[in-house]
Structure formats: C-alpha cells, structure tokens
C-alpha cells in the first residue's frame, strides 16, 4: 500500500551506540522531514529535505545526521546516542506544486527511542 | 522568530459540548495555517488548513477553524464533541518562501472527553 513507514516502531539503545531510523514513502513526494517529539516541547523540527541529495538543519540537529540517495527514503542516523535523545520520532513527507507549500504532511506511526 | 503558541497544554470537556482550542502564532507575513490531530500511538493527521481567503475554514470530522489576523490567533472549533474525538491537537505555521521551508508546531494540547 501507498504510503509512509517507519522503522523499527521501537528501539532501545545504550549511550554512545549509532542508531538509525529508517523512513521510507511511496508517493514520490519531494519534500520530507524529521521530527522529535517531547513532552512540553511539541514537535520540533530536528532536518528536512527538499529532494534528493538536498538537506537542511532544522531546529534541534545538534547529534543527528542524514541522507537522501533516493528520494523515497531519508534516513535519521544519532552518531552516539545519548539519553537527552529519548524521544518518539517522527517522519513526514509531502508533495510539492509550483512555488508555493501547499500540499500537507502525511506523518508516519513514529518510532519510539530508548537511550539508556 | 516565528513562532506558534498553544496557551492550554490540556482541556476537558464533556460529550456534546462544544469546544474551542486556541492558537497563536507569530509571524511576520501572511501565515499558512494548519490543524493536526494526534491519536495515541499514531502519527498527525491534517484537520484543516488555511492558506488565504476566507477567513473561516471547515476541516475533517466536524472541525473548523478561524484566521484572525488582528489577534494573530487560529481558534480550532468544534459544535460538538464526541468521545472519539478525545486525542492531542496541534497547530503549526508554515516558515519559509518559495522552494524551501518548514512547518513550526506547536506544543500541544490534549483533549479529554468526559462522557
């Protein structure tokens, strides 16, 4: 079926492992994004990409790394995890139209991180 | 900085009522709007969105919302709440121009319905 996975759905990992969360779309979407959420902090917005090969820092990229070889795939990688990254993450995607954002975020079921 | 704000991190209601969650933002231009909703163990889904016009938007499952420029805010309303209704809610503002941008979320707020 057409639509955005994430994986795992779960993950514990002990400080200072690399971990990688995988985010993969059918829809051929440009656009995709990472997000963290935090209880008392929302959704902050941690990279995005605007196409293959195209990233950008979000607000809190501090520990994270990405790629986008392929445009249905953008995976998030913590070089060495520590426990402030505790979090559920999540990935988006959307569409592009001409100049303007006007194609919403399809959201993924998110993957929750452990760091102990 | 843009930003947006949530006033009410969590709201109780009871079936039937209606129900307002307020949403502020900041932003220098004219804002793209938006409503998601979050169920538990799910990722957002898209209520409403507003990019220019009229001022009153309708959204999915009964939901509406209205842009007040003068008060910078983007209310979320609903006549009448169902217990299913019962998830967590942001609203976000679309930062950036042309080919690049992001959307700021909000920090939240949860509704609980009481029955």
């Known amino acids: 079926d057409a639509g955005i996975t994430q994986s795992p759905r779960y993950k514990i990992t002990e400080t200072g492992r690399q971990v990688t969360l995988m985010c993969h779309q059918t829809w051929s979407h440009s656009y995709m994004f990472w997000y963290r959420q935090d209880l008392g902090h929302g959704l902050r917005l941690i990279y995005y990409s605007a196409a293959a090969d195209i990233t950008d820092k979000g607000e809190v990229p501090d520990g994270y790394v990405v790629s986008r070889s392929k445009t249905e795939n953008f995976p998030l990688t913590l070089e060495s995890a520590t426990r402030s990254q505790t979090s559920v993450y999540f990935c988006?995607?959307?569409?592009?139209?001409?100049?303007?954002?006007?194609?919403?975020?399809?959201f993924g079921n998110g993957t929750r991180l452990t760091v102990t | 900085a843009q930003s947006v704000t949530q006033p009410d991190i969590h709201i109780t209601v009871s079936e039937g009522a209606s129900l307002e969650l307020r949403c502020n933002y900041s932003?220098?231009?004219?804002?793209?709007l938006f409503w998601y909703v979050q169920s538990p163990g799910q990722g957002l889904q898209l209520l409403l969105k507003?990019?220019?016009?009229?001022?009153l938007v309708q959204g999915i499952k009964g939901f509406e919302a209205e842009f007040k420029r003068s008060q910078s805010s983007f209310n979320l309303r609903k006549p009448s709440v169902h217990w299913s209704d019962a998830a967590e809610y942001f609203c976000?503002?679309?930062?950036?121009?042309?080919?690049?941008?992001?959307?700021?979320f909000g920090q939240g707020t949860t509704l609980q319905v009481k029955p």
């Open positions: 976000a503002v679309f930062h950036g121009s042309g080919n690049t941008g992001k959307l700021i």
């Open positions: 988006a995607s959307s569409e592009r139209t001409g100049g303007r954002y006007n194609s919403p975020l399809h």
């Open positions: 932003y220098g231009a004219t804002p793209y």
């Open positions: 507003y990019f220019s016009g009229d001022t």
